[in-house]
């Protein structure tokens, strides 16, 4: 059995506050205040909408003769906050890329990582939805033991993978750099134009603004972030991380793909046109593919009825109770008179 998911109506926390605020709302009895009670838990309840596995579909989608290659920056410098809306630099990459892959379904994808080393993080796959939760899961090594970022480190990686994704058949490689461009150990940008010949397609994707993002460090033994302090100047102060996109633009001509300024997900939509053409002009011959996926249902009408069966009560209770009290009170009265 799948574990049972969540589909909230309202924010879980706008009615977490709601319903605290009910439940500060005390009634004066013990039984009415019980009813009150249940009646919040089947309210929060409802509204998380909790949906349970029903059943298997299976769902046929086309097999694409292209492999992706996602390189990506997981160095600390991604965690500036100046992606859209006040976002790490990090949450957009994990955004773009289930974008990219919800959108080239039945492509080959692979991601490369790089910070202090380059690794292959996840070898070729045609499930996306892996790859989108592993990038989602990234985070940069602390600080402390970072050596200084330089791109130049995932060089011989990119290279080796896409020689050999190339050589395999003869399909489509495009290449997702994702990167700030940003280089902090006093080297230069080598060249990349060795990989162009095995590409096909892709962008060097940007992240970051020119005047920059102060950059937070989540440790799980400390309650606050830490933020990442430059004490390469007297006094120190907050370091800030800025896109260089002179960088970028370097290594998108070598490799022969363009560059994207990335500030919203959208804005790799037309490289995804190009890429999905170049996928459907080498594809030899349609290969569809049946993949099995869980349906879910919901819940929460299960608890409805509960709900209003508690309402009604509670009604005839306060109805009935109030009836009681005024024919008291007009006894009261007349024995006063």
């Not at 909230?8 to 709302?25: N, R, S, Y």
């Not at 919800?102 to 790089?114: L, R």
């Not at 190009?274 to 869980?294: D, G, L, T």
Request: charged share 25%; hydrophobic share 40%.
């Amino acid at each position: 059995m799948g574990k049972i998911l969540i589909n909230p109506i309202l924010p879980v926390w706008l009615m977490g506050i709601i319903c605290i605020g009910l439940l500060f709302l005390k009634r004066k009895s013990l039984g009415a205040y019980i009813r009150q009670i249940l009646m919040v838990i089947l309210l929060f309840v409802i509204n998380i909408r909790p949906m349970v596995p029903n059943e298997t579909i299976s769902v046929e989608t086309q097999k694409l003769n292209i492999k992706i290659i996602f390189v990506i920056d997981n160095t600390i410098s991604m965690l500036a906050d100046d992606y859209k809306d006040g976002l790490r630099r990090l949450d957009g990459v994990a955004d773009d890329v289930r974008h990219i892959v919800e959108e080239i379904d039945g492509a080959d994808f692979t991601v490369i990582t790089f910070n202090n080393n380059a690794s292959v993080s996840v070898p070729f796959t045609d499930n996306g939805s892996y790859v989108a939760t592993m990038v989602s899961s990234l985070y940069p090594i602390r600080n402390i033991y970072a050596k200084g970022t330089s791109l130049n480190i995932v060089h011989d990686t990119l290279a080796f993978t896409a020689k050999k994704a190339r050589e395999k058949d003869d399909g489509a490689v495009a290449v997702f750099f994702i990167s700030d461009g940003e280089i902090t150990d006093d080297s230069q940008l080598q060249s990349f134009s060795d990989i162009a010949g095995y590409i096909t397609g892709g962008a060097v994707m940007g992240y970051g603004t020119t005047t920059g993002g102060e950059m937070y460090y989540e440790d799980p033994y400390y309650d606050e972030p830490e933020q990442i302090i430059d004490y390469s100047e007297y006094p120190s102060k907050p370091a800030v991380s800025k896109i260089d996109e002179t960088v970028l633009n370097a290594l998108s001509k070598d490799l022969g793909i363009e560059y994207v300024h990335m500030t919203s997900t959208d804005k790799i939509d037309h490289v995804l046109e190009k890429v999905k053409r170049k996928a459907e002009e080498s594809q030899n011959e349609k290969e569809i593919k049946e993949k099995q996926i869980m349906a879910s249902k919901d819940t929460y009408y299960y608890f409805a009825p509960a709900l209003l069966i508690l309402i009604l009560w509670d009604g005839v209770l306060f109805a009935t109770g109030h009836v009681k009290r005024k024919r008291k009170k007009e006894k009261n009265d007349d024995k006063q008179q």
